[in-house]
């Protein structure tokens, strides 16, 4: 288990998610002139309070599970029976006005509603944005970023080097430099021709798709193993390896078994077991199947440069990045419920915090790009047609506009108290996914 630091980031993550979604809702409360009596994040007895000008209580609990701001009611109202939904309120700085929940329109109850997911929408999009301002994007050009380390390797090609040509044929993108070596023979070297430091040289480099490990999956059977990145699979039950498609055709063919794969790292040699299993996999056309996987993910040999993009470039992978995840969120959702794949992956709170957790121990970046994508989750979620969530209450809101007056009370109690079973069978089964991971 991951303590100490990463556990505190992910906390304070957590926190914050929180309450981005719940500073969403009470902003747009109050430019709609709807009073609010309590901002609370998280639940339990309260660890610190604090009263603002406008009679709202910001309170901090000691369970962060959740947040939530109680909006002004009408047994709230300070007026005779209650009849007049209105409070004006005054200050060292002037005066304003602000009403209760259920007098305001139903526009402003419905943006207030919406701008919680908007909130943690924007704050994805924020993040992922200045993610790649911090890590740069792909340079189309094909100049060299980085050169994965095999056993015995000189690195003939380095990092820098503008590729001209490839056995023979003219390179002008990088892209081109996989298009032609992935048709080429894996036991076969490549011919490449570089300008390195205004000097042409003719290198030979080895078959690029090696068995290299550019990524591990968190918590999947080659993290559980100790894999880690930049491990180079040498054999796997004591079969060769030579490309990244024969370790896949290994695993694929274990039915589940262990596999004892030769590892290669930083000029060590040592073994592994691994078990495979069964595990969501998105394919090229974006959908989502389960196969047969260790959980690591393979490349080239030669990565491109990167370079700092324009705020406009980086603004538009942020929310490149956010609809990606909000889509993938909803395809793996849909894969779940005609199962596609296995609810066992539904992850609950526990999973959350142990995923953060880990991520920050691996650095600032994959911390924040996995932060970026549980907001996107978050606000996601929340617009999910369940009552108790913002979903449910836009449904009652679009049952007032039909109908032209809103939904009976004790229907309302009702649909509450279904959703709130719903949403706790749902805690109480991604929980226990967490704790069997």
């Not at 901090?60 to 409070?87: A, E, H, M």
């Not at 993610?131 to 189309?140: F, K, Q, T």
């Not at 691996?362 to 913002?390: Q, T, V, Y």
């Amino acid at each position: 288990m991951i303590l100490g630091t990463p556990i505190f980031l992910a906390i304070i993550a957590f926190v914050a998610v929180i309450f981005i979604h719940e500073l969403g809702h009470y902003l747009m409360g109050r430019l709609c002139g709807i009073g609010a009596s309590t901002f609370s994040i998280g639940f339990g007895p309260k660890l610190i309070s604090y009263t603002d000008r406008r009679n709202t209580e910001w309170t901090l609990c000691l369970i962060p599970l959740g947040g939530f701001v109680k909006f002004w009611t009408k047994s709230d109202d300070p007026s005779p029976n209650n009849k007049i939904n209105y409070r004006n309120e005054t200050s060292s700085t002037g005066s304003f006005s602000q009403k209760s929940f259920e007098a305001s329109t139903l526009l402003a109850r419905t943006l207030t509603v919406l701008a919680g997911p908007f909130a943690n929408f924007l704050m994805s999009v924020v993040i992922f944005t200045g993610v790649a301002l911090s890590n740069g994007i792909i340079s189309p050009d094909p100049i060299v970023g980085k050169v994965a380390a095999l056993p015995g390797d000189r690195k003939s090609i380095l990092a820098g080097d503008k590729i001209l040509s490839i056995q023979g044929q003219s390179i002008d993108r990088f892209e081109q430099i996989y298009e032609i070596t992935s048709e080429m023979d894996r036991s076969s070297s490549i011919n490449f021709r570089v300008l390195r430091d205004g000097k042409t040289l003719d290198l030979i480099v080895p078959y690029l798709f090696q068995p290299v490990v550019f990524s591990v999956e968190m918590f999947s059977p080659a993290m559980k193993a100790g894999i880690e990145t930049g491990d180079v699979f040498l054999e796997a039950n004591s079969r060769l390896v030579s490309s990244f498609e024969d370790i896949k055709a290994i695993i694929n063919s274990s039915k589940g078994n262990p596999v004892l794969v030769t590892v290669w790292r930083n000029g060590q040699i040592f073994k592994k077991i691994i078990s495979p299993e069964m595990r969501p996999t998105e394919t090229p056309t974006g959908n989502i199947v389960e196969k047969m996987r260790i959980g690591v993910r393979g490349g080239s040999l030669l990565s491109p440069a990167m370079v700092t993009p324009s705020i406009y470039e980086a603004g538009l992978m942020g929310i490149n990045m956010t609809i990606y995840v909000v889509r993938t969120s909803l395809v793996g959702l849909a894969r779940m419920i005609d199962r596609t794949i296995s609810s066992k992956h539904l992850s609950g709170p526990v999973g959350v915090a142990k995923a953060l957790s880990y991520s920050a121990s691996e650095g600032s970046i994959p911390f924040l790009s996995l932060l970026a994508a549980i907001s996107a989750g978050i606000g996601l979620i929340n617009l999910f047609p369940i009552p108790i969530l913002d979903g449910g209450h836009l449904m009652m809101f679009l049952y007032e506009s039909i109908f032209k007056a809103p939904p009976p009370n004790y229907v309302v109690k009702f649909l509450m108290s279904v959703g709130f079973f719903v949403l706790f069978a749902l805690m109480v089964f991604a929980t226990f996914n967490d704790i069997v991971r």
